[in-house]
């Protein structure tokens, strides 16, 4: 059965790093866009990262994008999202999702074009 399942969250003091990792079963991580999604409490679900399956093109919020690296390991069928200098505002629940056709990363990640949801994983920057 395919699944996704998040893990690597935890409390970390502003300006520290995670490691958040996605490992996926039922199918092949290399053949399917991956795209990472968070929700803070009363605020929406967003696009954070992005992997293709196409070409491996990557694909970064402006909010995160240069502190934050997503990648992808064949062999652990695992995404990977490196999260470094932490700011309180990244504090949300992280979810790793499965493409459906999406062959490319677009700007502002579409959530109907992601057909498999981890459970998420709480990250919490705090002093």
């Known amino acids: 059965q395919l699944q996704v399942v998040e893990s690597g969250g935890g409390l970390v003091q502003p300006g520290g790093s995670l490691r958040l990792s996605c490992a996926a079963s039922?199918?092949?991580?290399?053949?399917?866009?991956i795209g990472w999604f968070r929700q803070a409490p009363g605020k929406e679900r967003e696009g954070v990262s992005c992997?293709?399956?196409?070409?491996?093109?990557?694909y970064y919020a402006d909010s995160v994008k240069g502190r934050f690296t997503i990648s992808r390991d064949n062999t652990k069928n695992t995404v990977y999202l490196q999260m470094n200098s932490l700011k309180p505002e990244d504090t949300a629940i992280y979810y790793c999702?499965?493409?459906?056709?999406?062959?490319?990363?677009?700007?502002?990640?579409?959530?109907?074009?992601?057909?498999?949801w981890g459970q998420g994983t709480q990250v919490t920057v705090s002093s």
């Open positions: 992997i293709s399956s196409s070409d491996g093109s990557t």
């Open positions: 039922g199918f092949t991580v290399d053949d399917y866009t």
């Open positions: 999702a499965k493409g459906l056709r999406l062959r490319l990363c677009v700007v502002d990640l579409p959530l109907y074009e992601f057909d498999y």
